[in-house]
Nanobody, 131 residues
Framework: QVQLVESGGGLVQAGGSLRLSCAAS??????????MGWFRQAPGKEREFVAA???????????YYADSVKGRFTISRDNAKNTVHLQMNSLKPEDTAVYYC???????????????????WGQGTQVTVSS
């Protein structure tokens, strides 16, 4: 139905940057109406919210961020390419995790940080930040 594929992960030194991408595909979905999010999971820890983006109206979008990444990460989307990006700057060792892209078919005003709000998930991409 809807498939999500992440890319852009890798190994980077502390203070460096990475840009993650998530490509969405599927014949029976309206990408522009879907909310998109990024989550991450470090070994032995729970999957946690990173950022999300929703459509406010026909031409603008609103973004949400976890406090731990606010000011360092930026989420954006390109509807023409059915992609969402996560620009990660000033990376820290504690940012090391598998990063997952997620899609929400019913993009309400609340619940953006909850795993249960999302309907589709990608396979994840590894981000490793060395000190």
């Amino acid at each position: 139905q809807v498939q999500l594929v992440e890319s852009g992960g890798g190994l980077v030194q502390a203070g460096g940057s990475l840009r993650l991408s998530c490509a969405a595909s599927g014949r029976t979905f309206s990408y522009s109406d879907m909310g998109m999010g990024w989550f991450r999971q470090a070994p032995g820890k729970e999957r946690e919210f990173v950022a999300a983006i929703r459509r406010s109206d026909s031409s603008t979008y609103y973004a949400y961020y976890a406090d731990s990444v606010k000011g360092r990460f930026t989420i954006s989307r390109d509807n023409a390419k059915n992609t969402v990006h996560l620009q990660m700057n000033s990376l820290k060792p504690e940012d090391t995790a598998v990063y997952y892209c997620a899609a929400r078919e019913v993009p309400g005003l609340t619940g953006w940080g909850m795993l249960s709000s999302y309907d589709y998930w990608g396979q994840g991409t590894q981000v490793t930040v060395s000190s």
